[in-house]
């Protein structure tokens, strides 16, 4: 089965740096890729995603980038915020093949820590 | 809140007890699943429904068990035969498969913690 593997575990910058998290991935048919961020005592809330189709995708501050050949994709995270200190999960799944359903394999989690 | 509950928000066991995890969704999802959150191993997928009495086993679906008898609801139950069940169970739901849009976003629940005593 699927195996995402997540670095690093904890990320401490400074409020205003950028904050860079990486995912590979192990199955090469997985073509879906989300971020999900949880917050303290909260519940985990997707932040952003990516297709296998697409390479890069951008929302304000957040960047996500595929390496399909390489296996592997990252959360780029530019002039962090105090509010931005979460844990963020990667996952990977053959989302669009209905057989496989929506079967998300998750990473282990990176918590950030923006120090103002 | 958020359209999928689950309950209760904290429970405590005794070793050889099975207890039952509630999960409810308003969301008109077709699929659900639940997770387990133990800290630095991510969300490790226990069961998954993609339709009303239908589930698959996740990757650690040992000393679990779960039903799917109406759309709304996919209680999990954390039988005797788990070793070491206290985590942090999250329920989640999705609108399902296919290549509808937003198919495969996730909506978690709060969480259920469970403490074996």
């Known amino acids: 089965g699927e195996n995402v593997e997540q670095h690093p575990s904890t990320l401490s910058v400074q409020e205003g740096d950028s904050a860079v998290i990486k995912c590979t991935y192990s199955?090469?048919?997985?073509?879906?890729f989300p971020w999900y961020k949880q917050e303290l005592g909260k519940r985990p809330q997707l932040i952003i995603d990516?297709?296998?189709?697409?390479g890069e995708k951008k929302d304000q501050r957040i960047a996500v980038t595929l390496n399909k050949t390489a296996k592997h994709f990252s959360l780029h995270i530019t002039e962090t915020q105090p509010e931005d200190s979460a844990v963020y999960f990667c996952?990977?799944?053959?989302?669009?093949?209905?057989?496989?359903?929506?079967?998300?394999?998750f990473g282990g989690g990176t918590r950030v820590l923006v120090k103002p | 809140d958020g359209g999928i509950t689950q309950s209760p928000k904290y429970l405590f066991r005794k070793e050889g007890q099975n207890v039952t995890l509630s999960c409810e969704q308003n969301?008109?999802?077709?699929?659900m699943y639940w997770y387990r959150q133990d800290p630095g191993q991510g969300l490790r997928l226990i069961y998954y429904?993609?339709?009303?009495?239908?589930?698959q086993k996740g990757d650690i679906a040992e000393g679990y068990s779960v039903s799917r008898e109406k759309k709304e609801s996919f209680p999990l139950t954390v039988t005797s035969a788990q070793k070491n069940p206290t985590a942090f169970y999250l329920c989640?739901?999705?609108?399902?498969?296919?290549?509808?849009?937003?198919?495969?976003?996730?909506?978690f629940g709060a969480g259920s913690r469970l403490t074996v005593l």
């Open positions: 989640a739901s999705s609108i399902g498969t296919g290549h509808k849009s937003g198919a495969n976003v996730l909506t």
């Open positions: 199955d090469s048919a997985s073509n879906y």
């Open positions: 990516i297709r296998s189709n697409v």
């Open positions: 996952a990977a799944s053959i989302g669009m093949i209905k057989a496989a359903g929506n079967k998300l394999t």
């Open positions: 969301l008109n999802h077709d699929a």
């Open positions: 429904s993609q339709i009303v009495n239908d589930f």
